[in-house]
């Protein structure tokens, strides 16, 4: 078994490979993540370094959040990056209904709609971060997540390859 500071390690030099062996093609930024009613609407561009088939998809998560009903009195049952809402079926693979193609340099802009049950509080709205994910189809047609970006409620992020 693995201690802390190895696994983060062994995490981080996998990244790295991964970024080596399949660098970003499209960049994304994020210019609102805003309340309308009980949703949220994520608004991002998603622009190509190379020609290819894309998909937009994005995730609200949460940092601090208690278990409903548990005794707290440290930082033991505070929860961070817990996924809170997902738009669509696409968060792990780009679907064709979804997809849309790319040439070089070209620039393209999704709003992403996550629906909530009610409207979430200024607490919680305050904890949320949208992450954005968009993937790409590889040459042999399956999806892979060619880059990633998040964003804080009420914040906005400029383009950003990873």
């Known amino acids: ?6 696994s983060t390690i062994t995490i981080s030099d996998e990244v790295m490979a991964r970024r080596i062996d399949a660098p ?3 960049g994304i930024a994020i210019s609102s993540v805003a309340l ?7 608004k991002a561009k998603v622009k190509a ?4 088939t894309y998909d937009a998809a994005c995730a609200i998560v949460a940092d601090g959040l208690q278990y409903e009903g548990g005794y707290c009195d440290n930082e033991e049952n505070l929860y961070n990056s817990v996924v809170i809402g997902v738009n669509g079926d696409n968060f792990f693979s780009y679907r064709a209904n979804s997809s849309f193609d790319l ?3 070209q620039e393209i802009e999704r709003e992403l ?4 049950p009610k409207i979430p509080s200024e607490t919680l709205l305050n904890k949320m971060r949208a992450v954005v994910l968009v993937h790409k189809k590889n040459a042999a047609g399956n999806s892979e997540v060619n880059n990633c970006a998040e964003c804080a409620y009420g914040k906005t ?3 950003r390859y990873n």
């Open 103 to 105: 040439a070089k340099d």
């Open 36 to 42: 309308e009613g009980s949703s949220l609407k994520v």
């Open 113 to 116: 709609i996550i629906k909530f």
């Open 157 to 159: 992020l400029d383009y």
């Open 49 to 52: 370094s190379a020609a290819g």
């Open 1 to 6: 078994s693995l201690n802390t500071s190895s």
């Open 24 to 26: 970003a093609s499209a």
